[in-house]
């Protein structure tokens, strides 16, 4: 059987998926991130994803059983996304279609209807690792990295606290008191995602009286992210020409995740590739794969080189 979990960690969702109501528990949202790295560049539309029970808690990191899987996938099953496209038009889906368990043997499918938010996205979408996001404890901190990191290239996002609560279906319990929504939910994602992922974050209030009726998070690039840089080049830009020397060499990355001289197929030593993909990393706005497809260039930009 093929393992449809492969060694990608990279996801894309639209950014209508992104802002979309929902509320779900972390095992939850790390399935739903987990399976969406299953989804390739290429692909046209949906499959069958398939693979074993061992396989999956591989790649989370988890050790569930069928059992547990099976009421986490009950308890997703029955809680809906809500997605609101325009003032009065909004759609309503569930993540699957199905999940199947024949013995340690999981096969599953997106519900169709989210195509076009998971699959050859023409507009804005977010990019993210799927091993920063698993550390997260907390669901609001991951759903919260997910909303910040659509406007990293712009270094703030400002939230109604009324509005943010409808998306994050932040309960009762945590929105009668501010102080207990501002901890349990604000403070804790920006503790979160400043220890987890490629985001530095920091927030500010502004209030209407005693009130507090927005927030203002400030972002910018974690810059200990060097190693999410490396593994998304060789992930998703294997062979490609990243780079020229000034000597106008050109520097490529193999398969194996080795830089070399594509003029002269010539590996470039591992002392001297750390250097190389340091300078990469500090000049990845002028990366020549990036450049020569404008949407990827724009789109990397805003995700992963934190400038959004």
């Not at 899987?69 to 993540?95: A, D, G």
């Not at 406007?151 to 319990?173: N, Q």
Request: net charge positive; aromatic share 10%; glycine share 2%.
């Amino acid at each position: 059987m093929k393992n449809e979990l492969t060694n990608r960690n990279y996801s894309r969702q639209s950014h209508l998926i992104v802002n979309a109501k929902y509320a779900l528990s972390p095992s939850e949202i790390n399935i739903i991130l987990t399976l969406l790295t299953a989804i390739k560049k290429e692909d046209k539309d949906f499959k069958d994803y398939q693979f074993t029970l061992s396989e999956f808690n591989k790649k989370m990191n988890k050790t569930m059983t069928t059992k547990d899987l099976r009421n986490t996938v009950k308890s997703l099953m029955s809680k809906p996304i809500e997605i609101n496209i325009f003032k009065k038009k909004w759609k309503i889906f569930h993540w699957f279609s199905y999940f199947e368990c024949d013995g340690s043997l999981i096969t599953c499918r997106f519900d169709k209807a989210l195509k076009p938010y998971l699959v050859e996205i023409k507009e804005r979408f977010v990019t993210s690792d799927l091993r920063m996001i698993l550390p997260i404890r907390s669901s609001y901190s991951k759903r919260m990295y997910l909303l910040l990191k659509e406007y990293a290239k712009i270094g703030k996002r400002t939230f109604d606290i009324e509005e943010l609560k409808e998306i994050l279906k932040v309960p009762k319990s945590k929105q009668e008191k501010y102080n207990k929504f501002k901890s349990d939910v604000l403070k804790k994602a920006q503790i979160d995602i400043n220890k987890f992922t490629d985001l530095e974050v920091n927030f500010t209030e502004r209030k209407r009286g005693k009130k507090v009726i927005e927030v203002t998070y400030t972002i910018r690039k974690n810059h200990t992210d060097l190693k999410a840089f490396i593994s998304y080049i060789r992930e998703l830009y294997v062979n490609e020409l990243l780079y020229r020397t000034k000597e106008g060499r050109p520097i490529r990355c193999s398969k194996k995740g080795l830089l070399y001289y594509s003029d002269t197929v010539e590996n470039i030593n591992k002392k001297d590739s750390m250097k190389l993909w340091e300078i990469l990393h500090e000049n990845r706005e002028n990366l020549i794969c990036f450049q020569q497809n404008e949407i990827d260039l724009e789109e990397v930009k805003r995700k992963l080189m934190g400038n959004q």
